[in-house]
């Protein structure tokens, strides 16, 4: 806490949950702006091999919202009084007392000053962690049916692997490396997580 004149400032985001938030900020941004390339890849005729391309630099990103993602769940066990999860999701004693509160106040013109979330951004953060989510979820498993990328590219390439091929050298442009059967039954088990992760971007964006 520091007196400023009449003022007294507060520290009440600390370090990490700035850095969290303008890494999620850029991946997230990153994430859109190549993902709506990859959604128009045909449109915008795009070849197999720059699909790839465009598939790892999101996957890439992907990696770095997933993991920057983690990191905050963790520190939402570690961080100041704000950070933590009692702060963050909604509920608890007295939130829905402080909920009509503050919306009644909103309403009437005269918004309380909240130190930390408000008890409505309490329930917009939650909803927007959830959809991260799952992308991060949709988006790691698509990264291993695409990519052959971890965590999950390795049981997706055993699957598809021609026979007599090592499921390490399966790779998406190496269609010898693939059995066209078990790849048509793995596009199948993935399109549900397509249509995820498509939905999923429209809310979010
Ligand atoms: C805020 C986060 C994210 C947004 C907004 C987003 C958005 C998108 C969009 C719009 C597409 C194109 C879908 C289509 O072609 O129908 C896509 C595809 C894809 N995303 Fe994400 N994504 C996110 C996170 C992730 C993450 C965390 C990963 C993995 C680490 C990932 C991996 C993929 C992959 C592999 C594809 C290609 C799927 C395909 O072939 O259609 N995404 N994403």
């Not at 909920?99 to 130190?115: I, K, N, S």
């Not at 979330?117 to 049916?145: C, F």
Request: no cysteine; charged share 10%.
């Amino acid at each position: 806490m520091t007196k400023l004149n009449n003022y007294t400032s507060y520290l009440v985001w600390d370090s990490s949950t700035r850095w969290f938030h303008w890494i999620n900020a850029v991946a997230v941004m990153g994430l859109i702006i190549v993902g709506v390339l990859l959604w128009n890849d045909n449109a915008l005729g795009f070849s197999d091999a720059g699909k790839i391309i465009l598939k790892e630099i999101h996957a890439t990103l992907g990696y770095v919202m997933s993991l920057n993602l983690l990191w905050r769940f963790v520190w939402a066990f570690l961080g100041n009084r704000y950070a933590r999860w009692k702060a963050v999701l909604p509920g608890g004693p007295g939130y829905w007392r402080a909920l009509r509160g503050y919306a009644a106040a909103f309403l009437a013109g005269e918004p309380q000053q909240y130190a930390g979330h408000n008890p409505i951004a309490r329930i917009a953060i939650t909803v927007m962690l959830l959809l991260l989510v799952i992308q991060a979820g949709t988006g790691l498993i698509l990264a291993g049916t695409d990519l052959f990328w971890p965590p999950f590219g390795a049981w997706f390439a055993r699957w598809v692997a021609a026979a007599g091929v090592d499921p390490a050298s399966v790779s998406p442009l190496a269609v010898n490396t693939i059995d066209q059967a078990a790849y048509q039954a793995m596009r199948a088990f993935r399109r549900p997580l397509v249509t995820i992760h498509l939905y999923t971007f429209f809310v979010l964006s």
